[in-house]
């Protein structure tokens, strides 16, 4: 519900704030004293249009700022800056955002009904969403075939094309892969192994020499093995050059391993131009691979899989599309099935909905009115139109056209009275209008009644309608010289007594006047 609402510089009020409560909060106030512009400011806090116009004269902008809190404790805070001149701004607890984004995120935490607000019934979509409520119509189960639909023909729609292209694209994929596959990759590091081969292959004979000279120094009869072999001839039998003699015979020995192991690598290593050769004519078919399809051959392998993937899905399109069509018909005749059952249910309900509104209508004082429900010829009935006569004799015309602001707004109550709402602050602007005496006080009831369910605030001028009321707030304007300011104020006991007796006799210090309202507050039990 919305629990704090501030507003600055529009039209005629200045500042004013005010905490507002559960229940059924009335607005009153002498006419002219700025009643509506709350309305307004509450419509600019659901993304309604920001008119300078409104902006108070002589303020540079105006601002209006509302927190709204839900059942479970959530809550956002939404700003609008009007200024007198240039484009308004909009902030979504606290951060900037568009009015469109105001209106996703508070739009359908409030609801307006009047002469200046929003008008929910004028539009097909809510009253459609009333009537299936009412109903408890099944329309989950059309939404979801109409769902699946549509991902259906976005699939037939990547499977059209033309037929030439597709065909060509086949035959390029075709000897894509095909070449790949001709070459038989190994694995992704084939090229790193086959590059160090073709580098000891390449070198062989140079390695050859090498292992021959080093053989050459270190055997026993090299200068190398020599060498350690007189060290050890003279060192030995000396005592204090023991350790370092067995040293030497390790030396010695590890002389003698790696002679042996530098002679088998030798003989491994033994010039072969034709191995070479495979091995570069294989390098050299990987090389333009990846000249083509990736740096690297792990590119290559998964540009292959990606193409034979797509050279499936184009060979198998015929089968696929045809299997999709017929899909898509079944699902076309599910939905028809769907659309005529859920257009009977409407059908059926429509009269039964007219009926029960028209029966609240009748204590709202709307006592001649008559209201039906008409749904679409076209199934599912989605065109929703609510057609009224407020006075025998007059023809069915749509809401739009035979009611007025005041009988549109109490259609609205009768409604929710039956139906319900599904916004958390249903405002009501002057749904009183043109009414008075019993039938004031049964508007008043109704929308006590509905206060139960939801936070309602009402702009009424009748004393019987703010007396049912589980608050009231004044609002108050004032002139001192050429300053108008307009103030929200928050009424106790006494001071609901005092203005119930301005509203009833326009005396509020009148004793019969307040006796009057103390007497009408009573009997509402305030």
Known sequence: MLHELVVRNLGVIEHAEIVLGPGLTALTGETGAGKTLITEAISLLMGGRADPALVRTGADEAVVEGRFVDSDGEEITVRRVIPA???????????????????????????????????????????????????????????????????????????????????????????????????????????????AQELLLGDATAHGEA??????????????????????????????????????????????????????????????????????????????????YGPDLAAVLAFCS???????????????????????????????????ELAAARRSTAPKLSKAIVKELRRLAL?????????????????????????????????????????LSRVMLALQLVVGSTAATVIYDEVDAGVGGEAATEIGKALAGVGKKHQVLVVTHLPQVAACADRQVNIVKTIKGSTTRTELIELDDDGRVVELARMLSGSPDSDNARAHAAELLGSQGS
């Open 85 to 195: 001149n240039g484009r308004s701004r909009a902030y979504l607890n606290g951060s900037m955002a568009t009015a469109t984004g105001v209106a996703e995120a508070a739009g359908e935490r409030v609801e307006i009904h009047g002469q200046h607000g929003q008008q929910a019934l004028l539009r097909s979509e809510a009253r459609r969403r009333a009537l299936d409520e009412y109903g408890a119509h099944d329309t989950l189960t059309l939404q979801q075939i109409r769902a699946d639909i549509r991902v259906l023909v976005h699939e037939l729609e990547s499977l059209g094309g033309d037929e030439f292209e597709r065909a060509r694209e086949i035959e390029l994929l075709e000897f894509q892969v095909s070449e790949i596959a001709a070459v038989g990759i190994v694995d992704a590091g084939e090229d790193e192994r086959l590059a």
């Open 306 to 340: 990606t193409a034979q993937d797509k050279l499936e899905t184009l060979q198998n399109h015929a089968e696929r599309a045809a299997a999709v069509a017929a899909e898509l018909a079944d699902l076309r005749d599910a939905e028809a099935a769907a659309a005529a």
């Open 367 to 407: 006592p001649k009115a008559d209201l039906e429900l008409q749904i679409g010829e076209v199934d599912p009935g989605d065109d929703v139109e609510l057609c009224v006569a407020m006075n025998p004799g007059a023809p069915m015309l749509p809401l739009a056209k035979a009611a007025s602001g005041g009988e």
């Open 211 to 292: 292992a021959e000279r080093a053989i050459e120094l270190l055997s026993a009869d090299g200068k190398v093995g020599s060498a350690v072999a007189e060290a050890l001839l003279a060192l030995r039998d000396r005592a204090p050059f023991a350790a370092e003699s067995e040293r030497l015979y390790a030396v010695q020995a590890e002389l003698v391993d790696v002679v042996d192991s530098l002679r088998s690598v030798d003989e491994a290593l033994a010039d072969d131009p034709e191995s070479l050769a495979e091995l570069q004519r294989r390098r050299e078919q990987l090389t333009g691979l990846r000249r083509k």
